[in-house]
C-alpha cells in the first residue's frame, strides 16, 4: 500500500489523511469478496474445470487423445490459420496505424470506428458474409467455379474468416504508442538523410515493438481460437476444414468429452501464455485498453 | 514531390481533399485491404438483403421465430451487460483501491475471457453449470436449471462481457482524484454519500460506456452461448445460432435478413458506444 493511493482501510496509524465520518473496516472486506466470489463462479471455477477434466483419467488417455489423426490436422489447422492471417494482419495494421497517427485529418474518429468495426460485427454475421461473397450463389461464386476454385467450405475461407475477426488488434495497440512516440525522431533521422524505408526499421520500429508485440499475440489469440466465423464458412468436416476450436465442440456434440477437454486444454494453454505475455508487456507500454 | 511520405510537416498543410490525387502507400495498403475485407462483404450483405421486396424482408425480420431469437439474444444480452455493470464495477473498485494477497494474479486474470477461445469457454461453462456439474449440482436441489436453458446463455454472456466493463472502469477509476472524496468526508459525507454522490456521477457515462461494449459483444456472441444453450426454437435460441441454421438449410435471405438486424444493431450500438465516450471525456475538461 502506498501513500498515494489511499484507501478505505481504517488503520489506526494514518491518523493524517482525512477519514469518512462512518469509517468501516469490514467494508474493504466485503467488497473484495463479492468481487473474488464473482469472479471464481464465472470464470475461474470454469477455468479450472477445463485443466481438470481433461486429466481426470489420467495422463495416458490425455496424450492417446491428443495423437488422433484429426486432432492432428485440427491443430495443424489452427496453426496454419494464425501462421498466415497474422502477416496479413500485421503488415494491414501497421499502415493503418501509420497512415492514422500521423494525419490529423477530418473524420478521423470515424475511420477508427471502421477499424473497430470487425470487433463489433457478430462472428456469424461475419462469417456469412464471406458466404454471400464467394459462396455458390455469391457475387464471385460463378466466377470461382468457373475457375475451379473452392473458397467456402475450404481453408480459404477459413483464412478469410480469421484474418476478419482478427484485423484490428495490431492497428489498435500501435496507434496510442506512435502517438505518444511522436514524430520528432522521425523528423530527425529525415533531416539526416534516412529514407523512408530506413526510417521506419531504425526509428520507428523499435519504438513501438512492445505496442507492436502486443497486437501481435492479440492477434493470434483470436486467430487460433475463432470459432463463430470459421463455423460458418468451413462446414466443419473432420480431418478437412476443422480448426481446433471446431474440434472441441464436434467432439463435444459427439459425446467425447474427453477428446473435447484434450484439446480445450491446449487452447486454454495457449489463452494462459497469452495472458503472461499480455501482462509482461502491459509493463512496458504501460497501455491498459480493451481488447 | 512525388513520392510523398506521411510524416512531412508540409503536408499538413495542405487539405486532406487535394491530397487524394497522391495517396500514400500506406493509406492505399489500408484503404484496399479495408475494402476487401470489409467494405465489399458489408456492401455484399446489403445488395443481398436489398434483392428482398420491403414486404417480405420485414416478414422474415418479424416472423414468430426470429422475434423469439431477438428476445432471447438482446433480453439476455441487456441482463448480462447490466449485471456486469454492478459487479465489474465493483471488481474495478476493488482492484484499483484496495490491496490484498493475489491482487495482480486477479488483475490479470480478468482478462481471461478475451484470450480463452469461446468454444473452450462453452464447453466448460456447460460442464461446471449442467446437473452433474461443479456449480450446477449445487443449483440443481434448488430447481434452477442452468446449463441448456436460457440462464445457460446468459451465464456464458456473463462470462464473455465481464472484462469490457472491468477495463472500462479501471483507468477512469484510477485517474480519479482522491482529494475530492476527502473533501467530501471532511464535509461529513458518509462513505455511502460519498459513493452515491461523488464518485458515481462522474464515472456513470464509463460505466455505461463498458455496458455497452459487453452488451454489444453478447449481442454477437456465438461459440460459447452455442455450446451452452439447447437450441430449442422459442426457448433458448439466439440470433446468431438462427443465422447458422437458416444457412445450413440454404435459406440465404433468411440468414441475410436477419444478419442485417444483427449489422443493424452493431452498428448502432458502436454509435452510442461513441457518444457515451464523448460524453465520459466532458468530463475530463473539468
Known amino acids: 500500500m502506498t501513500v498515494d493511493k489511499p484507501s478505505f482501510h481504517s488503520s489506526a496509524s494514518d491518523t493524517h489523511t482525512a477519514k469518512p465520518k462512518e469509517q468501516k473496516s469490514w467494508v474493504p472486506i466485503v467488497l473484495i469478496g463479492i468481487a473474488i466470489a464473482y469472479l471464481a463462479l464465472v470464470q475461474y471455477i470454469p477455468a479450472i474445470n477445463v485443466f481438470i477434466q481433461a486429466f481426470s483419467k489420467g495422463f495416458g488417455p490425455f496424450l492417446s487423445n491428443l495423437t488422433r489423426p484429426a486432432f492432428l490436422h485440427a491443430a495443424w489447422l489452427t496453426l496454419l490459420l494464425a501462421v498466415i492471417s497474422l502477416p496479413l494482419n500485421t503488415i494491414f495494421g501497421l499502415c493503418a496505424a501509420w497512415a492514422i497517427a500521423r494525419h490529423k485529418f477530418p473524420g478521423r474518429a470515424v475511420v477508427l470506428s471502421i477499424i473497430d468495426l470487425p470487433f463489433s460485427i457478430s462472428p456469424v454475421v461475419a462469417g456469412l458474409m464471406i458466404v454471400l461473397l464467394y459462396g455458390r450463389n455469391g457475387w464471385f461464386g460463378p466466377w470461382l467455379q468457373a475457375h475451379d476454385i473452392k473458397i467456402i467450405f475450404a481453408f480459404p475461407g477459413m483464412v478469410l474468416a480469421t484474418a476478419f475477426v482478427s484485423m484490428p488488434f495490431v492497428a489498435r495497440e500501435v496507434i496510442p504508442v506512435l502517438e505518444e512516440f511522436g514524430k520528432d525522431q522521425e523528423e530527425a533521422a529525415r533531416t539526416l538523410g534516412a529514407k523512408d524505408w530506413q526510417i521506419f526499421w ?11 508485440l502486443y497486437g501481435l499475440i492479440l492477434t493470434n489469440a483470436r486467430a487460433m481460437g475463432e470459432f463463430g466465423a470459421v463455423s460458418v464458412v468451413s462446414g466443419n468436416i473432420a480431418d478437412q476444414t476443422q480448426s481446433l476450436p471446431l474440434f472441441v465442440e464436434d467432439a463435444y456434440k459427439q459425446y467425447e468429452t474427453e477428446a473435447a477437454f484434450s484439446a480445450a486444454v491446449l487452447l486454454a494453454l495457449l489463452a494462459v501464455v497469452t495472458l503472461v505475455l499480455k501482462e509482461i508487456l502491459e509493463r512496458k507500454t504501460s497501455i491498459k485498453d480493451v481488447e | 514531390m512525388t513520392t510523398v511520405s506521411p510524416s512531412l510537416e508540409v503536408e499538413r498543410k495542405i487539405p486532406f481533399w487535394k491530397k487524394l490525387g497522391r495517396v500514400p502507400w500506406t493509406w492505399r495498403i489500408t484503404i484496399g485491404y479495408l475494402t476487401v ?9 446489403f445488395l443481398k438483403a436489398s434483392t428482398e421486396p420491403p414486404a417480405r424482408f420485414w416478414a422474415i425480420a418479424t416472423s414468430d ?7 432471447v439474444t438482446f433480453v439476455t444480452a441487456i441482463f448480462a451487460a447490466l449485471l ?31 484470450a480463452l477461445p469461446t468454444s473452450v469457454a462453452g464447453l466448460t461453462l456447460a460442464t461446471v453449470y449442467s446437473d452433474n456439474g461443479w456449480i450446477g449440482s449445487l443449483l440443481a436441489p434448488l430447481g434452477i436449471k442452468v446449463a441448456f436453458t436460457r440462464t445457460g446463455v446468459a451465464v456464458a454472456m456473463i462470462f464473455i462481457s465481464l472484462p469490457f466493463i472491468v477495463r472500462t472502469v479501471q483507468p477512469v ?19 455511502w454519500q460519498t459513493f452515491w454522490k461523488v464518485i458515481l456521477p462522474p464515472l456513470f457515462p464509463t460505466i455505461l460506456t463498458g455496458v455497452a461494449l459487453g452488451f454489444s459483444r453478447a449481442v454477437g456472441e456465438y461459440g460459447s452461448t452455442v455450446i451452452i444453450s439447447s437450441n430449442t426454437p422459442y426457448q433458448d435460441l439466439i440470433a ?6 437458416r444457412l445450413e438449410q440454404y435459406d440465404y ?5 436477419i444478419g442485417i438486424v444483427l449489422l443493424l444493431i452493431s452498428l448502432v450500438l458502436l454509435l452510442a458506444i461513441n457518444f457515451l465516450q464523448a460524453w465520459a471525456r466532458r468530463y475530463d475538461s473539468r
Open chain 1, 202 to 212: 531504425r526509428v520507428t520500429l523499435p519504438s513501438i515493438r512492445w505496442g507492436l
Open chain 2, 37 to 45: 475485407m470489409l467494405f465489399i462483404p458489408i456492401i455484399a450483405m
Open chain 2, 65 to 71: 421465430i426470429a422475434l423469439a431469437t431477438y428476445n
Open chain 2, 84 to 114: 456486469n455493470g454492478v459487479f465489474g464495477t465493483l471488481i474495478a473498485w476493488v482492484l484499483v483501491r484496495y490491496d490484498f494477497p493475489l491482487k495482480r494474479l486477479i488483475d490479470a486474470t480478468v482478462d481471461l475471457p478475451f
Open chain 2, 173 to 191: 477509476l484510477q485517474e480519479m482524484e482522491h482529494e475530492i472524496e476527502e473533501a467530501s468526508w471532511c464535509l461529513g459525507a458518509s462513505q
Open chain 2, 240 to 245: 446468431p445460432v438462427l443465422i447458422f441454421q
Open chain 2, 253 to 257: 435471405s433468411g440468414a441475410t435478413v
